[in-house]
């Protein structure tokens, strides 16, 4: 059975950072992109970031670009979503996304970890 399971949500002061970590189980996501994707209450989910299978490649929503950073571990078959300078607009629960396949589609995903950024 493939879990993720998202920690380091909290709540944090404006211009604050907080790491987010996405650990998979059940099976292997070393070949796989996964992602970080964001939904704030009354809004639709969206996409903050992706990496790919090597860590090579990344990309962000440009809400996030030059704040957020993408990593990732295979050998702790790991994500992480590093977020500085955060805004309280980037109040929302975090869910983290493996198995790509498509721009926004992935075939499993955690439950969600909350981060709350006050002003």
């Known amino acids: 059975q493939v879990q993720l399971v998202e920690s380091g949500g909290g709540l944090v002061q404006a211009g604050g950072s907080l790491r987010l970590s996405c650990a998979a189980s059940?099976?292997?996501?070393?070949?796989?992109?996964m992602g970080w994707f964001r939904q704030a209450p009354g809004k639709d989910r969206e996409f903050v970031a992706v990496?790919?299978?090597?860590?090579?490649?990344?990309y962000y929503a440009d809400s996030v670009k030059g704040r957020f950073t993408i990593s990732r571990d295979n050998a702790k078959n790991t994500v992480y979503l590093q977020m500085n300078n955060l805004k309280p607009e980037d109040t929302a629960v975090y869910y983290c996304a493996a198995d790509q396949l498509t721009v926004t589609a992935f075939r499993y995903w955690g439950q969600g970890t909350q981060v709350t950024v006050s002003s």
């Open positions: 059940g099976r292997t996501f070393s070949s796989s992109a």
């Open positions: 990496i790919s299978w090597s860590g090579g490649s990344s």
